[in-house]
């Protein structure tokens, strides 16, 4: 790259670098400065008013798990859709042929998950 292509991004690592700066001494000066007055109620895992109860790591099905990943993953599928039918018009067949290929991969996924019953609810 042309030195003056690298100067062109010089104001945004500036504002990083800033933004980095203000979290660093934001984080360094709360710890520093703030209280330190540690009590057997501030140190409770929530300070509610709601007593807990039991143990927060309790075991739950893997399959709320399982459908929350699967959701996600279609659900990039659509947004990856989105711009295709922005630009319909403009990527002609070779994009229709594209996003066949791409709808017809994630199908595949689909059925595979149907087959392997990882939705099937017992």
Same mark, same amino acid.
């Not at 660093?24 to 007593?51: D, N, Q």
């Not at 994630?106 to 099937?120: D, E, N, Q, S």
């Given at each position: 790259?042309?030195?003056?292509? &690298? &100067?062109? +991004?010089?104001?945004?690592?500036?504002?990083?670098?800033?933004?980095?700066? /203000?979290?660093?001494?934001?984080?360094?000066?709360?710890?520093?400065?703030?209280?330190? =007055?540690?009590?057997?109620?501030?140190?409770?895992?929530?300070?509610?008013?709601?007593?807990?109860?039991?143990?927060? =790591?309790?075991?739950?099905?893997?399959? +709320?798990?399982?459908?929350?990943?699967?959701?996600?993953?279609?659900?990039?599928?659509? $947004?990856?859709? +989105?711009?295709?039918?922005?630009? /319909? =018009?403009?990527?002609?067949?070779?994009?229709?042929?594209?996003? $066949?290929?791409?709808?017809?991969?994630?199908?595949?996924?689909?059925? +595979?998950?149907?087959?392997?019953?990882?939705?099937?609810?017992?």
């Amino acid at each position: 790259m042309e030195q003056s292509s &690298l &100067l062109q +991004y010089a104001p945004i690592a500036l504002m990083f670098l800033l933004a980095a700066g /203000f979290v660093g001494t934001t984080m360094v000066a709360t710890h520093l400065l703030g209280p330190k =007055r540690k009590t057997s109620i501030k140190l409770e895992s929530f300070e509610c008013g709601i007593e807990a109860q039991g143990n927060a =790591r309790v075991p739950f099905n893997i399959k +709320y798990f399982l459908v929350a990943i699967l959701f996600v993953l279609f659900d990039v599928e659509v $947004i990856f859709m +989105y711009p295709w039918a922005v630009n /319909f =018009r403009e990527l002609g067949v070779t994009g229709f042929v594209e996003m $066949i290929l791409f709808i017809s991969t994630m199908l595949l996924g689909f059925f +595979y998950i149907i087959k392997k019953g990882a939705l099937r609810w017992e």
